[in-house]
């Protein structure tokens, strides 16, 4: 598995563990499953693990911890976010969480970008985890805070890491317009920018990874299945797309990029997963995965080498411009 350094020198594996479904994402994951898909995916050369303790309510990441825990430590990267604090709740545990998750509602979710909170998120996240350090730390999800997010949150999380508590700081959204910000006016090492830069979604070319480039900073893609839509060889009915049903003439643009791969034995996911590693400003796609067969697939996608051929292909049809910069031509084995 191929790897890129941060300008921190962290390492990310091209592609990293998403963990938000072992924390019951839409539906129950069971233990067994989960540190299956753990196991399945270091055997596969992953070493980059992404957390957060908004899925579910902290489980992803207690389950990601015990996962690891036999691990070396220094043989891996992880990931974990804050912004959400998780304040107890036990008189609404006979009820289930209402943000997605599978999960008794235990615990209630109290946005917070201040220091106190974002000590008091990291604090938590290390006991969950069950470690002693977390080498990326994301603001999760600040677009209706940014005024306390990129003073007192990123004054913090920069104060973390050159006090060598954490190893790098960044931000995680699903926009490209406000990372944009944060790259150009703080000093942030690492964007995981979900769904902007895609198969089918280029909104991130036009500002964030243009800054990302000028600035140093990593960008790691999330989300580049778009909700769903890009997941399969072809779009299924009701396919989605950002949440919500995907509009017809996606859809069609989707069949016709899958009839253009077609004749090259090349399939709509492989081509998702590859996709935002061609821009040099990409470090890493971070993909969900379940189960230990969604890490096997995921890693055989993420891994096929797409005929360049293809990509002229898909320039010249007009459904996927050629990347202007040239794609990744460093990297070591992992």
Not at 251 to 255: E, F, I, L, N
Not at 315 to 324: A, N, Y
């Given at each position: 598995m191929r790897e890129h350094r941060l300008r921190t020198g962290t390492r990310l594996t091209e592609l990293g563990f998403g963990a938000a479904q072992l924390g019951n994402l839409y539906r129950e994951t069971t233990e067994e499953e989960a540190r299956a898909a753990v196991a399945a995916a270091w055997d596969a050369g992953v070493r980059y693990f992404d957390t957060a303790p908004h899925y579910g309510l902290g489980l992803s990441e207690r389950r990601l911890g015990?996962?690891?825990?036999?691990?070396?430590r220094d043989d891996y990267t992880l990931s974990t976010k804050v912004g959400r604090l998780l304040e107890p709740t036990p008189e609404r545990a006979h009820l289930q969480d209402d943000e997605g998750f599978a999960v008794p509602a235990t615990y209630r979710r109290q946005w917070d970008f201040s220091r106190d909170g974002i000590l008091r998120s990291i604090e938590g996240s290390l006991d969950r985890l069950g470690t002693d350090r977390i080498d990326i730390v994301y603001l999760h999800d600040p677009d209706e805070h940014w005024d306390q997010?990129?003073?007192?949150g990123i004054e913090t999380l920069v104060e973390l890491r050159d006090q060598?508590?954490?190893a790098a700081v960044g931000v995680g959204m699903n926009q490209s317009e406000m990372p944009t910000r944060f790259v150009r006016e703080t000093d942030i090492d690492v964007v995981m920018c979900a769904g902007r830069f895609t198969l089918v979604d280029r909104g991130a070319q036009d500002d964030l990874l243009p800054a990302a480039l000028a600035r140093g900073v990593a960008v790691v893609?999330?989300?580049?299945?778009?909700?769903g839509l890009l997941a399969n060889p072809r779009p299924r009915d009701g396919a989605k797309f950002d949440y919500q049903t995907a509009p017809p003439d996606l859809?069609?643009?989707?069949?016709r990029?899958?009839?253009a791969a077609e004749p090259y034995g090349v399939t709509v996911p492989e081509l998702a997963a590859r996709f935002a590693l061609r821009h040099p400003a990409v470090a890493s796609v971070v993909l969900g995965m379940r189960t230990a067969d969604h890490v096997t697939a995921n890693a055989a996608r993420l891994t096929r080498e797409i005929p360049e051929g293809l990509w002229d292909e898909?320039?010249?049809?007009?459904?996927?411009?050629?990347?202007?910069?040239?794609?990744h031509?460093?990297?070591?084995t992992a």
């Open positions: 015990a996962a690891l825990a036999s691990r070396p997010a990129s003073t007192s060598g508590v954490i893609a999330a989300g580049v299945y778009n909700s859809v069609g643009k989707v069949h990029i899958a009839d898909l320039d010249r049809l007009g459904l996927s411009p050629r990347i202007e910069d040239h794609p031509t460093e990297g070591t």
